[in-house]
């Protein structure tokens, strides 16, 4: 097993909530015991029956955990979002900085080696939890449904399906470098690549993409 460190101004509660975020993306439910959980925080078996009552609950908890997280992470953002939909007019400079920023803010989360282990638990759900995506509808609600709405503002003739195919697009990109954040780093192309030249490229990349991207042409297309 990786190295798992703990922090010891956590309570005990807070190193199993840590712990099970780290062992779930890892090994999933099923593959994470009662006891792997007691060995990687050091805290015996009876504490998370304590603080949780058993493994099932647990886990829901965890997972109520890492939403709480990634709210925190957009929570600014999409506030001024809510904030831009009561405005009857919206200039298009400031559709296009908010945009920027929004940029700006997935590749500064994606990029943060403290968020691996919730990509990874992200990735673990749309491969096995089939029924239940909580997780990925977070992401849905905070990221995928903002960058729609600023889309659909910043071009004046795109359907709003095509906004929502860009915006899934977009985001489903960005994510996957914070889910395969090894895969980037040992690929012979970027290994010995700065991540600051990485991310500068890509939000380049990303953003003369959107800038350019022939709305009259999408149109057409979507006609048919």
């Not at 199993?16 to 993306?25: D, E, Q």
């Not at 099923?30 to 493994?55: D, P, V, Y």
């Amino acid at each position: 097993m990786e190295s798992f460190e703990l922090n010891e101004e956590q309570t005990s509660r807070e190193k199993l909530l840590t712990a099970g975020v780290y062992l779930f993306a890892r090994f999933g439910y099923k593959g994470t015991s009662t006891r792997m959980i007691a060995e990687t925080t050091n805290l015996n078996i009876a504490t998370m029956h304590f603080h949780f009552k058993n493994k099932e609950n647990f886990y829901k908890n965890v997972i109520a955990h890492v939403e709480d997280q990634i709210k925190s992470r957009y929570s600014n953002f999409t506030q001024k979002i809510d904030d831009l939909k009561s405005e009857p007019v919206l200039a298009k400079d400031l559709i296009w900085q908010l945009i920027c920023e929004f940029i700006d803010l997935q590749l500064d989360i994606t990029f943060d080696e403290t968020e691996s282990d919730i990509f990874l638990l992200l990735s673990r759900e749309q491969l096995y939890d089939f029924d239940e995506l909580p997780l990925t509808q977070i992401i849905f609600e905070k990221a995928e449904n903002s960058l729609t709405f600023l889309l659909t503002h910043y071009y004046d003739t795109l359907p709003i399906e095509k906004a929502i195919v860009l915006s899934r697009l977009i985001n489903g990109a960005l994510v996957s470098y914070g889910d395969h954040a090894t895969f980037l780093s040992t690929s012979p192309v970027s290994h010995s690549l700065s991540k600051s030249f990485i991310k500068d490229s890509t939000r380049d990349f990303v953003l003369n993409a959107i800038a350019n991207y022939p709305t009259e042409k999408a149109v057409f297309v979507a006609s048919f």
